[in-house]
């Protein structure tokens, strides 16, 4: 936008790089050019300002396919100025000479005739195709049509405009159709979907065989093993008592060995002991055969009387004394006189 100074009865206008400046007083063209700057009077001017920067318009339009499908096309197209003053002669660019805007909407105009010239290039192109078809084309096939179409339309080229670049964003159907074309994909991938939880579940049911398979192998194989180890574990004990029995029978029988050690060793200590009491007794048999019988009976009497406690009363009689005495002198002496023979 223009910048307009006002000062008495001059008023003064500093363009924009951006711009170009057509001035024109009492009808004629006084002068043109980009970013100009001058004085002029406002009674007998007429000021055009077309900016000759590229521009972007935004276009959403809808369409129908051969199957009377709608679909809508949304893109942007890049134009710029290319002769201003032929686009000056066609929309009026005419600025106010108080505050330097636009009096009539000029852009807009020109955004309005791309958008129809635009939705029209692009229903030539999908309108003898079904809807599945236009949506397969993707977006470079009606982006090269919208573009050859305005490039080659005579009506902008006398106008001074020059198209840049077109880009589309999207073409969609209705959300109703949108939905419906997306089910057979959505079903199959369900499908595929399922397929793939079946085929886990039965890989899952699978391994969980495997595995049961495996721990029933284990079992067996442990409880065979713990048979083996049951088997070896009383093979071991039946060795142990046997040998433990037979170290019992060896201890018993050396216990019973010498047993019978000691028993023949006591028996022969006793055989001799009685038989060294028989031969004393022997000899003393034989001391006692020749004794008279009243050294006998005074002998027994002293063994007798050796073995009393205590005696309460004795009488003794000359008439037994003297005799006993007697013998018994008689006794000695021949037992002292045997003895010296010896």
């Known amino acids: 936008m223009a910048d307009i100074t006002r000062i008495l009865f001059f008023r003064h206008l500093r ?13 004629r063209l006084v002068r ?19 900016p000759i920067d590229d521009r972007e318009q935004a276009f959403l339009f809808r369409g129908r396919t ?21 686009v000056a002669q066609r929309v009026d660019f005419t600025i106010d000479l108080k505050e330097g805007r636009f009096l009539k909407t000029p852009i807009e105009k020109l955004s309005l005739q791309l958008t129809q010239l635009a939705q029209q290039f692009a229903e030539s192109c999908t309108a003898h195709l079904d809807i599945r078809r236009v949506l397969d084309l993707g977006f470079d096939d009606v982006r090269n049509a919208i573009r050859d179409g305005l490039d080659t339309d005579e009506g902008l080229a006398d106008a001074g405009l020059a198209i840049v670049s077109v880009r589309i ?16 994909t959505r079903e199959k991938i369900q499908e595929q979907s399922d397929l793939a939880t079946f085929q886990r579940r039965a890989q899952a049911v ?17 409880s065979r093993r713990e048979e083996e180890l049951i088997g070896q ?7 142990e008592a046997s040998e433990e029995l037979e170290a019992r029978r060896i201890q018993v029988d050396g216990s019973a060995e010498l047993s019978r050690v000691e028993a023949r060793a006591d028996a022969d200590g006793i055989e001799m002991l009685e038989n060294a009491k028989i031969d004393a007794e022997k000899a003393r048999m034989e001391i006692y055969r020749d004794l008279p019988t009243q050294v006998m009976m005074g002998l027994a009497a002293r063994e ?19 005799p006993m005495l007697t013998d018994l002198i008689e006794a000695g002496t021949r037992r002292l006189e045997t003895a010296e023979a010896k």
């Open 169 to 184: 964003s999207a073409i969609r159907p209705t959300a109703e159709l949108d939905k419906a074309l997306q089910m057979p």
């Open 66 to 86: 051969i199957d009377f499908q709608e679909f809508s096309v949304q893109g942007v197209i890049t134009y710029r100025v290319a002769d201003p003053a032929k």
């Open 233 to 239: 574990e009383g093979t071991n004990r039946r060795r």
């Open 32 to 50: 043109e050019g980009r970013g100009l700057s001058f004085w002029f009077l406002p009674l007998s001017a007429s000021i055009a300002e077309v």
């Open 206 to 222: 699978q391994n969980e065989r495997a595995i049961a398979e495996n721990e029933l192998k284990n079992r067996i194989e442990l």
């Open 15 to 27: 363009g924009e790089q951006s711009s170009h400046i057509l001035h024109y007083a009492n009808g």
């Open 304 to 322: 007798f009387a050796g073995k009393l406690k205590r005696i309460d009363h004795l009488n003794l009689s000359p008439e037994l004394f003297g």
